[in-house]
T-cell receptor, first 107, second 114 residues
Framework: DAKTTQPPSMDCAEGRAANLPCNHS???????VYWYRQIHSQGPQYIIH???NNETNEMASLIITEDRKSSTLILPHATLRDTAVYYC????????FGTGTSLTVIP | DADVTQTPRNRITKTGKRIMLECSQT?????MYWYRQDPGLGLRLIYY???????NKGEISDGYSVSRQAQAKFSLSLESAIPNQTALYFC?????????????FGPGTRLTVT
């Protein structure tokens, strides 16, 4: 399972796009990139995952670089309810959660 | 009703006591997991089970044991609780198969060992 590196914290203005980066330079070919978020002390919530191609769902978009060494989670129109800790996980098996990025959406 | 439930939601216990945390799921998943989370840190895997007859140690299994009573139930036990096991505990489930799989988390159990 690849080690991931994320900035510890970020701010985003309400209504703007939030772009959360993740570095996973040691990712192997069969490992997926997953994003989860945890609001306060609730159970982590799945957001999106991808292997090679960019992905989009109702919550977010995931952009994976061509060499797969990094990715960006995009919340297109951040709201106050998106304030949370966001975890990037690169794995083919067990999930290893780092400390994530604490995103604060500012009114 | 929630797909993954955990009981109790909060528990305070004394050092040396045995305690069991329970997890039930209605998602029909074969795989179940137990994690702990310490303040300011991410989740760490304690044990996981890929089916009823399969139990595997995770990153931090010392001081813990588990029981997979049925496909839907996975319990975590602390045989003799100690204060540094004070943490937030999460249960999760996922489907079986190759490729990508989402993990679905329960609401957590906040355990305090005094």
């Amino acid at each position: 399972d690849a080690k991931t590196t994320q900035p510890p914290s970020m701010d985003c203005a309400e209504g703007r796009a939030a772009n959360l980066p993740c570095n996973h330079s040691t990712i192997s070919g069969n490992e997926y990139v997953y994003w989860y978020r945890q609001i306060h002390s609730q159970g982590p919530q799945y957001i999106i995952h991808g292997l090679k191609n960019n992905e989009t769902n109702e919550m977010a978009s995931l952009i994976i670089t061509e060499d797969r060494k990094s990715s960006t989670l995009i919340l297109p129109h951040a709201t106050l309810r998106d304030t949370a800790v966001y975890y990037c996980i690169a794995t083919g098996n067990q999930f290893y959660f780092g400390t994530g990025t604490s995103l604060t959406v500012i009114p | 009703d929630a797909d993954v439930t955990q009981t109790p939601r909060n528990r305070i216990t004394k050092t040396g006591k045995r305690i069991m945390l329970e997890c039930s799921q209605t998602k029909g998943h074969d795989r179940m997991y137990w994690y702990r989370q310490d303040p300011g840190l991410g989740l760490r895997l304690i044990y996981y089970s890929f089916d009823v007859k399969d139990i595997n140690k995770g990153e931090i299994s010392d001081g813990y044991s588990v029981s997979r009573q049925a496909q839907a139930k996975f319990s975590l036990s602390l045989e003799s609780a100690i204060p540094n096991q004070t943490a937030l505990y999460f249960c999760a489930t996922s489907e079986t198969g190759t490729g990508a799989y989402e993990q679905y988390f329960g609401p957590g159990t906040r355990l305090t060992v005094t």
